[in-house]
């Protein structure tokens, strides 16, 4: 039957999609997008909803982010020893590294999360004062929040390719006696010519006196 075998592109997917925490990852990147976008559109109504929902929302969710963000790149760090893994497949889910439902939602997420915190940074400040502060503009930080948890499920759950070891071009030396440069052997050559032609000089006058 057509999706049973177990060693099928579609079982892989299915497989890494449903990995036990896999799931919770993902679920936690969506729910949590869906209550940033709540308060942040809440923050927007009053100041006082701004201090007492958007921040603390802000706040924690950009912590979970940073969390999430150091935790996936020292375990993908791990991974690297043996596969080649880049920036943009850890926190943003380039190529196939996830199948696609999983890649989508992530992905989604992000940019829902940057769209919301762009949106509501511009209107709280268009609703604000010069002298006042814009406390709506705390939310441009929650994307961290879906950059953190994409980096966990790709490090964790994650297809890669195997690493990729680069080569070093190994220098051949010239001909002659180890580390001898060309200028070092010119010099050699010319020292023993003048050596040459002294003793020829000193054997020329040995001559002389005898004769």
Known sequence: MV?????????????????????????????????????????????ALAKSLLVPVSSVA?????????WSYFHAVGRSREHEISVSQL??????????GVKRRLQWSLYAQVIVAVAVTSVGFSQTEP???????????VPLYGMGLSGVWVSRYGTFGPRILASRPTRRRRAG??????AGRSDETRTKKVMESHDATDAMKQNDRHG
């Open 91 to 100: 926190y943003a889910v380039a190529g196939k590294v996830a199948p696609p």
């Open 131 to 141: 002298q006042q502060f814009n406390w709506a503009a705390v939310i441009i930080v």
């Open 62 to 70: 950009a912590s979970v982010g940073v969390i999430a963000f150091v």
């Open 3 to 47: 999706g049973m075998d177990d060693d099928g592109p579609a079982a892989s997917e299915t497989t890494a999609e449903h990995e036990p925490g896999g799931g919770a990852v993902v679920s936690a990147d969506v729910i949590g997008t869906v209550l940033i976008a709540a308060a942040g559109a809440l923050g927007l109504v009053s100041e």
């Open 177 to 182: 006696s180890p580390g001898t440069t060309p």
